[in-house]
């Protein structure tokens, strides 16, 4: 896979799999509750960085990196404010 088909690839998985965690409380078949969402949200987090410095340029592992960061801060605040009546166990 060459530079260009990376740069483009990394950031949209990364921007996709953000988008999935962000709505997966509600659409999980097994219910995690919050301390395993939270497994779930860093394991995203390491994989996606690693994704992204691994196979990226560094400007865009960059942004990915702050992408991933704002999905780590904003997962737990979705967990807790409307995920909480799906895990029906609010922390």
């Known amino acids: 896979m ?3 088909m ?5 950031p949209s ?3 996709a799999s953000y ?3 962000l709505f997966a409380p509600q659409f999980l078949p097994v219910q995690l509750g919050f301390k395993g969402f939270m497994a779930f ?3 995203w987090f390491a994989v996606s960085n690693w994704s992204a410095w691994r196979f990226s340029e560094p400007a ?3 942004v990915v990196t702050g992408v991933s960061i ?3 801060v904003s997962a737990p605040v979705n967990a807790i404010f409307v995920g909480c009546y799906v895990f ?3 922390p």
Do not use: M, S, W
């Not at 990376?6 to 990394?10: E, F, G, N, V, Y």
């Open 70 to 72: 704002v999905g780590l």
């Open 19 to 21: 988008l999935a965690l």
């Open 6 to 10: 990376r740069a483009i690839l990394t």
């Open 41 to 43: 949200v860093l394991t």
């Open 2 to 4: 060459d530079a260009g």
């Open 60 to 62: 865009i592992a960059a």
């Open 88 to 90: 029906n166990q609010c």
């Open 13 to 15: 998985l990364v921007l």
